[in-house]
């Protein structure tokens, strides 16, 4: 998937990246805490250009998610300058799929 176009960073959002075949799973299970940096957890960035260089360098994921930061603090997510987590599952329901036109979609829907 190409992204459009790319923005900074936000105050209101948080952003995942991940492969496109991943897509289906976290479709039906949410974002599932794997090992990473502060443990077994779920790891977003502030802004989309991050979340995408750090896929870039794991996983090599071009997918771009997004979950409102009010959602994830009922997960009890930790939030720093350039990246947060939580334990926690992050349901479907909660996550938006960056499209090829550059909008925000539901990712179950």
Same mark, same amino acid.
């Not at 090992?35 to 802004?47: D, I, L, P």
């Not at 090599?60 to 994830?72: A, C, E, M, N, T």
């Not at 334990?87 to 829907?109: C, H, N, R």
């Given at each position: 998937?190409?992204?459009?176009?790319?923005?900074?960073?936000?105050?209101?959002?948080?952003?995942?990246?991940?492969?496109?075949?991943?897509?289906?799973?976290?479709?039906?299970?949410?974002? /599932?805490?794997?090992?990473? /940096?502060?443990?077994?957890?779920?790891?977003?960035?502030?802004?989309?250009?991050?979340?995408?260089?750090?896929?870039?360098?794991?996983?090599?994921?071009?997918?771009?998610?997004?979950?409102?930061?009010?959602?994830?603090?009922?997960?009890?997510? /930790?939030?720093?300058?350039?990246?947060?987590?939580?334990? /926690?599952?992050?349901?479907?329901?909660?996550?938006?799929?960056?499209?090829?036109?550059?909008?925000?979609?539901?990712?179950?829907?």
């Amino acid at each position: 998937m190409k992204l459009i176009r790319v923005i900074k960073s936000s105050n209101q959002y948080r952003y995942h990246a991940t492969s496109e075949k991943a897509l289906p799973f976290i479709e039906d299970n949410g974002l /599932q805490p794997h090992e990473g /940096q502060f443990g077994k957890a779920v790891y977003f960035a502030s802004s989309e250009e991050d979340a995408l260089g750090w896929a870039e360098e794991t996983t090599g994921g071009d997918s771009l998610l997004r979950v409102k930061l009010s959602d994830l603090m009922t997960l009890d997510y /930790q939030d720093f300058p350039d990246q947060g987590y939580t334990d /926690q599952v992050v349901p479907s329901y909660m996550i938006e799929l960056k499209a090829t036109d550059g909008k925000w979609y539901p990712l179950k829907g």
